[in-house]
């Protein structure tokens, strides 16, 4: 197998540091950046990576970066992503702009082939509750109600694609649907339930009839290493073909932690923009790059909750709750 030297950007996210491993057991030299803005401590996952310090938004970054580790292959997953913030933040359009340099970086330094992290937000929701990467019609990037991190998802996307037509360099971009384990913000709703049922508190949800499909953020590292391990290109679906609705996800929640009764559905209103049903088709993940979850959801919720159980243990958590 030829030798891949493999360049991982955003290696300390939630979804990042779980593409280390996988790519390590799949033979490649991986180099896991961090950002150089925060002295934080390595991710345990990171183990058996080298590791690079860089902010990737500063100017001169991307030719340093790629001129010192010239890597063949590279997987993109810097962006900003802090709940609350991420979908209307202007820093969505640095991102935009780092990214750019960043790939024309790869390419002069001799890079082969990338995969960018996109998000399922590309997708019109009013007209595609079941999205297939190449039928599916995406969000107007013209429309007012766009938000910033959908508009920059898309024109990244469209940026990348046509950059590997130009420059002769295979490309591909994974739109992630709805994960959940380690590291997850706690404001999320898996580690918001978890935490307000171990800590016995009553956990308010919305009706929870949305269907969804969630698959554990391991598997969608391993999804990523997968494809960019792959000639497959264009866009691909990152997700689960498990369908759920989340008043069931949020139930099986309860009983793994034997705390149903605190469970609380319809306590909180649903937004009227928000789909009923969301959900991906993932037959270029599942036929074209041959992968399988090695979770199923109730083995992904099972670890997640040991995880959180022992951080509420150790009380990194907080007590306030989220």
């Given amino acids: 197998m030829q030798h891949k030297r493999v360049l991982v950007t955003g290696a300390g996210g939630f979804i990042g540091r779980w593409s280390v491993p996988a790519l390590l057991g799949r033979g490649c030299e991986v180099h896991a950046v961090l950002s150089g803005k925060t002295d934080r401590e390595v991710p345990a996952e990171l183990a058996g990576a080298m590791i690079h310090i860089a902010d990737l938004l500063e100017d001169g970054s991307a030719d340093e970066l790629m001129g010192r580790v010239n890597p063949t292959h590279w997987l993109h997953f810097a962006w900003i992503a802090t709940p609350g913030v991420y979908l209307s933040s202007a820093e969505n359009f640095r991102w935009v702009s780092a990214s750019e340099r960043l ?9 082969r082939r990338v995969m960018m992290a996109g998000t399922c937000a590309e997708y019109d929701w009013s007209r595609a509750a079941e999205c297939d990467e190449l039928e599916s019609p995406l969000a107007d990037d013209r429309a007012a ?13 469209r940026t990348l694609a046509e950059f590997g037509r130009r420059e002769q360099v295979s490309t591909a971009w994974g739109r992630i649907f709805f994960q959940f ?8 709703l898996v580690p918001s339930v978890i935490r307000h049922l171990l800590q ?16 554990h953020v391991a598997d969608v590292g391993a999804a990523f ?29 309860g009983r793994q932690t ?65």
Avoid at 145 to 157: C, D, E, F, G, T
Wanted: hydrophobic residues 35%.
């Fill in 200 to 215: 016995d508190r009553e956990a308010p949800c919305s009706h929870g009839r949305q269907i969804r499909s969630f698959l």
């Fill in 181 to 188: 384990g380690p590291y997850e913000h706690p404001d999320r």
């Fill in 145 to 157: 109600a766009l938000s910033p991190y959908a508009a920059s998802k898309i024109a990244m996307q």
């Fill in 225 to 253: 290493a997968a494809v960019l391990d792959s000639e497959l290109e264009g866009p691909v679906n990152i997700g689960s073909d498990e369908r759920v609705a989340l008043a069931d996800l949020i139930e099986r929640i």
């Fill in 103 to 111: 790939l024309r970086s790869f390419r002069a330094s001799g890079g």
């Fill in 258 to 322: 034997g705390r149903s009764d605190l469970v609380r559905l319809g306590a909180r209103p649903v937004s009227s923009s928000e789909p009923a049903l969301l959900v991906p088709r993932i037959r270029r993940l599942r036929d074209e790059a041959q992968w399988r979850p090695r979770f199923t959801l109730d083995e992904g919720l099972s670890d997640t909750i040991a995880w959180w159980r022992g951080r509420l243990r150790e009380g990194a958590a907080g007590a306030d709750g989220p």
